[in-house]
């Protein structure tokens, strides 16, 4: 009798224990988010009145593939940029509710400090394409999916121009055509903050040149995970968490985010854009 007891005694301290913990982690929101926010301090600077808001930790978890640690029930939310190519999947085969847009990231044209085609920082991206086509100075196509894409478009509203003599396509990306670019005194497209982050770690003379242009913006948005898919899904810390993001206060303070020795804007809000 006494061990079964026992027995009892604790399984019912097991189970309260698992409940304790399942109460714990519903205190607990993890955003799975693509690595230029997290790492630039961003994610932090928005969100550091969250927790004194609504109560909830948040634990922000930085991946290239934010959505697969996401199905492997390892987030509660995923931000990515709006044109990654697993969203819609994600989305559509029920696993992420309809993203909503929370912000944009800053990509600019990098070139040498001489600057030989001229290129100026009122250009638009076509304008300065055209500038780099036409005196034949090396372009690197950094073949990121999306800055690709981008690449395409300015050559085409630069009407085209062969790409013989000046266009590099090496399947080179991230650094790498930074490091081509350099040796070539070439030109190339990346983002605003890995190109900074790049720059302080080799001290590379190249600076950035156009930013203005709108199409350099890239859309980012919020995905809410779906529990009836993925079990453990804090369901409403995540509704908390993209409640906060999409506030005008919190909005608002999205354009006086820098980093250390830039004065460069490397985010932009985009709530408006729901």
């Known amino acids: 009798m006494k061990a079964i007891l026992k027995v009892i005694t604790m399984m019912v301290l097991f189970i309260s224990g ?3 913990a399942a109460e714990a ?8 988010i693509v690595i230029a926010p997290a790492e630039s301090g961003f994610i932090r600077f928005l969100t550091h009145d969250f927790q004194k808001q609504t109560g909830y930790q948040l634990q922000i978890i930085s991946s290239t593939t934010p ?8 987030a509660d939310a995923v931000i990515s940029h709006f044109g990654k190519q697993e969203l819609p999947a ?9 993203p909503k847009m929370v912000f944009a990231t800053q990509s600019v044209l990098i070139g040498p400090q001489s600057n030989p085609a001229d290129v100026q920082s009122e250009n638009s991206m076509s304008d300065a394409m055209y500038r780099i086509a036409n005196t034949k100075q090396y372009f690197v196509d950094n073949e990121l999916d999306e800055v690709s894409k981008l690449t395409e478009l300015f050559w085409l509203q630069a009407g085209a121009p062969k790409k013989e003599g000046w266009f590099v396509h090496d399947n080179l990306k991230k650094d790498l055509a930074a490091e081509l670019a350099d040796v070539l005194d070439g030109y190339y497209i990346w983002g605003a903050y ?13 600076s950035i040149l ?12 919020i995905s809410l995970v779906n529990s009836d898919k993925i079990p453990g899904v804090n369901v409403q810390g995540a509704q908390a968490l993209e409640d906060y993001l999409l ?4 909005q608002a303070t999205i354009h006086k ?12 809000a985009e709530a408006t854009n729901n």
């Open 18 to 20: 698992m409940c304790h």
């Open 25 to 32: 982690d519903n205190h607990l929101v993890r955003l799975a």
């Open 67 to 74: 959505y697969q640690l996401a199905q492997t029930g390892k």
């Open 90 to 98: 994600f989305v559509l085969n029920g696993y992420g509710s309809w």
């Open 194 to 206: 890995p190109f900074l982050a790049y720059k302080q770690q080799t001290h590379t003379s190249q």
């Open 210 to 221: 156009v930013a203005t242009d709108p199409h350099l913006q890239r859309i980012m948005s």
């Open 247 to 250: 506030q005008p206060s919190v």
């Open 257 to 268: 985010f820098r980093i250390n020795g830039s004065t460069l804007q490397l985010f932009w």
